[in-house]
Antibody
Framework: QVQLVESGGGVAQPGRSLRLSCAAS????????IHWVRQAPGKGLEWVAL????????YYADSVKGRFTISRDNSKNTLFLQMNSLRAEDTAVYYC???????????WGQGTLVTVSS | QSVLTQPPSVSAAPGQKVTISCSGS????????VYWYQQVPGTAPKLLIY???KRPSGIPDRFSGSKSGTSATLGITGLLTGDEADYYC???????????FGGGTKLTVL
């Protein structure tokens, strides 16, 4: 079965960096685009970034552009999110999620919590 | 402020019907497919509707989706207490080159 497992969350000070990982299994990872979507405590879903199946295209929300970088290693079935210059407003649960061929998000991980606080 | 506008909350009695609206523009809903997700608090979202009105396998036909112009609607009939959750619309915005979510609608089954 399709599984997406995020890791790397934790507490970081403002201005510091964190790197999230998402380990995929149960499907041909290198054939699918993958998103990062986040949810601040008590708030709605916010799309963060998308990487194409082969890494050839990447898209970012304006709120993270220039600070976050999405990447992937198809040989290791793993997705990454490098988060630099963290701000308090980046505090959220971060989900990795699979983009199906039609464009919907058909599978989600369980999320990893990132807290940015001094 | 979300690009897609949803009502913050809706409510109805068990067995009744409810609709949740999602309003956008020509750069998003008007020219792209709309997707709907259900999120029970504390859990990951789940895909309910794709391509405006299609249901993934396992989603009961009590859930339906429609789109007209720059707006979309999620309908739920025969409400169950287990339908209490947050519901989100989502689509691609061609002007932003970004996925966009609605602000979410909390459904209460009274």
């Amino acid at each position: 079965q399709v599984q997406l497992v995020e890791s790397g969350g934790g507490v970081a000070q403002p201005g510091r960096s964190l790197r999230l990982s998402c380990a995929a299994s149960g499907f041909t990872f290198g054939s699918y685009g993958i998103h990062w979507v986040r949810q601040a405590p008590g708030k709605g879903l916010e799309w963060v970034a998308l990487i194409w199946y082969d890494g050839s295209d990447r898209y970012y929300a304006d709120s993270v552009k220039g600070r976050f970088t999405i990447s992937r290693d198809n040989s290791k079935n793993t997705l990454f999110l490098q988060m630099n210059s963290l701000r308090a407003e980046d505090t959220a649960v971060y989900y990795c999620a699979r983009r199906d061929y039609g464009g919907s998000i058909d599978y989600w991980g369980q999320g990893t919590l990132v807290t940015v606080s001094s | 402020q979300s690009v897609l506008t949803q009502p913050p909350s809706v409510s109805a009695a068990p067995g009744q019907k409810v609709t949740i609206s999602c309003s956008g523009s020509s750069s998003n809903i008007g020219n792209n497919y709309v997707y709907w997700y259900q999120q029970v608090p504390g859990t990951a979202p789940k895909l309910l509707i794709y391509d405006n009105n299609k249901r993934p396998s396992g989603i009961p036909d009590r859930f339906s989706g429609s789109k007209s112009g720059t707006s979309a609607t999620l309908g739920i009939t025969g409400l169950l207490t287990g339908d209490e959750a947050d519901y989100y619309c989502e689509t691609w915005d061609s002007s932003l080159s970004a996925e966009v979510f609605g602000g979410g609608t909390k459904l209460t089954v009274l």
